[in-house]
T-cell receptor, first 115, second 117 residues
Framework: NAGVTQTPKFRILKIGQSMTLQCTQDMNHNYMYWYRQDPGMGLKLIYYSVGAGITDKGEVPNGYNVSRSTTEDFPLRLELAAPSQTSVYFC??????????????FGDGTRLSIL | GENVEQHPSTLSVQEGDSAVIKCTYSDSASNYFPWYKQELGKGPQLIIDIRSNVGEKKDQRIAVTLNKTAKHFSLHITETQPEDSAVYFCAASLANAGGTSYGKLTFGQGTILTVHP
């Protein structure tokens, strides 16, 4: 039972390069999220999606883009990498909740360094 | 928006002792409060959660209490073991005006718990 799978696990980018962080889940969850975790800090929401074709901004969306073409996949795109985007990125998913929150399941993260 | 404060930032206990981590939240409309455990190199894992219609919830050695009036909630771990050593995060979810929260979480800053054998 794979759950939430993130690739790659590690990546080093040069300033100005672009890349896509991949996230896929096999639990048929409608809701998916991207967070970033800076050293010594909690997780901050970048973008989220409530279903295929529907995405919205979280707390810290600047410099990122997302798409959701299928229920399973929710890639995060960095277009022009900046040192401030050095962080650990986590993808999560949960069942549709309506008015009742469902637990979020997290992947093991992508550790990204921008040099 | 919601703001979650978590204390202490580090906590060191002897094996067998109890550990308590406290969080406060700012928006009284928040209605869901999960706790996550994060081990080194791994993603956060849900260990317990509580909803606003409940004051306390327990699962073996772990318990969570919620005081809606004071807007704070706490994680209690009894009979701590070395394998409890990890970073613990609290979080809160604010229901949207339409009643659908979309599950968006606001996290506290984390507590590094070390249990010494």
């Amino acid at each position: 039972n794979a759950g939430v799978t993130q690739t790659p696990k590690f990546r080093i980018l040069k300033i100005g390069q672009s890349m896509t962080l991949q996230c896929t889940q096999d639990m048929n969850h409608n809701y998916m999220y991207w967070y970033r975790q800076d050293p010594g800090m909690g997780l901050k929401l970048i973008y989220y999606s409530v279903g295929a074709g529907i995405t919205d901004k979280g707390e810290v969306p600047n410099g990122y883009n997302v798409s959701r073409s299928t229920t399973e996949d929710f890639p995060l795109r960095l277009e022009l990498a900046a040192p401030s985007q050095t962080s650990v990125y986590f993808c999560a998913s949960s069942g549709a909740s309506g008015t009742r929150n469902q637990p979020q399941h997290f992947g093991d993260g992508t550790r990204l360094s921008i040099l | 928006g919601e703001n979650v404060e978590q204390h202490p930032s580090t906590l060191s206990v002897q094996e067998g002792d109890s550990a308590v981590i406290k969080c406060t939240y700012s928006d009284s409309a928040s209605n869901y409060f999960p706790w996550y455990k994060q081990e080194l190199g791994k993603g956060p894992q849900l260990i317990i959660d509580i909803r606003s219609n409940v004051g306390e919830k327990k699962d073996q050695r772990i318990a969570v209490t919620l005081n809606k009036t004071a807007k704070h909630f706490s994680l209690h771990i009894t009979e701590t073991q070395p394998e409890d050593s990890a970073v613990y995060f609290c979080a809160a979810s604010l229901a949207n005006a339409g009643g659908t929260s979309y599950g968006k979480l606001t996290f506290g800053q984390g507590t590094i718990l070390t249990v010494h054998p």
